[in-house]
């Protein structure tokens, strides 16, 4: 069906009806393949139709009654975020009420897109309303939504200046760096090269590379193996004194 867009031009939202029904099926892989496809067509609507018919059926999976229908809008709302016009707001209210979803893994989706939004979203709303949501799924109880907000920090980082990220999101990757969570320690050492381009040599240096040097002594033999992979590719990003 995504496909089929491209012969459609101007009746593509004759596409988005039953797109809207698998999206919200409980077989995982269906509902995965419908947002794909949903997402192609709104690479290919125009903005009128984005307003008229997309951006209202996101919003109509957002609110709906079955978990399936609002892991399907988690995934939808970043393609059409910045050509949503009057819904952004909406857009924004919507993603913000997933994040705080009972639902565990409906707020693993929320995690899982965080970076892909918050890389569309403009920046006051980014700062103001997003992130302090991030960081608080950043301390979910659940470990597998921390170390998916430990991925998604990567994005966001690269998304904002030095003062945000010291500000906002340093923060939530040196906590992960000390988690009680072997999982997430794990996940930060093997990660860390890449957390350290997101946030540029003098941040890494300044007080990203204590955490790490700690994970190279951790406790548990796999963090310390972990760190031990990312060593060489680490040396390779700061400087031969922090070496």
């Given amino acids: 069906m995504g496909r089929l867009a491209n012969f459609l031009a101007g009746s593509l939202s004759l596409l988005i009806q039953p797109l809207e029904t698998l999206a919200q099926m409980e077989e995982t892989v269906v509902r995965e393949e419908a947002v794909k496809a949903l997402a192609e067509i709104a690479g290919k609507m125009s903005d009128s139709e984005i307003i008229s018919t997309f951006a209202p059926m996101v919003l109509n999976l957002a609110s709906g009654q079955s978990f399936t ?126 957390l350290a381009d997101a946030f540029g040599k003098d941040v890494t240096e300044m007080s990203m590379i204590q955490s790490f040097s700690q994970l190279l002594k951790d406790c548990e033999a796999e963090v310390k193996i972990a760190a031990l992979k990312s060593l060489l590719k680490t040396m390779q990003v700061v400087s031969v004194e922090k070496v």
């Fill in 69 to 194: 229908s609002r892991i399907s809008a988690v995934g939808l709302l970043s393609c059409a975020y910045s050509r949503s016009g009057m819904f952004k707001e909406k857009f924004r209210a919507q993603f913000i009420n997933l994040c705080h979803e009972d639902t565990p893994i409906v707020r693993r989706a929320t995690a899982k897109m965080m970076g892909e939004i918050c890389t569309v979203l403009e920046r006051e709303p980014l700062v103001n309303d997003i992130l302090p949501v991030f960081r608080q799924l950043a301390q979910d109880d659940q470990d597998q939504i921390r170390v998916i907000c430990l991925d998604s920090l990567i994005p966001i980082a690269r998304t904002l200046n030095k003062d945000d990220n010291m500000r906002h999101t340093l923060p939530v990757a040196l906590a992960a760096g000390e988690d009680k969570s072997w999982r997430i320690r794990i996940q930060f050492a093997t990660k860390f090269t890449e």
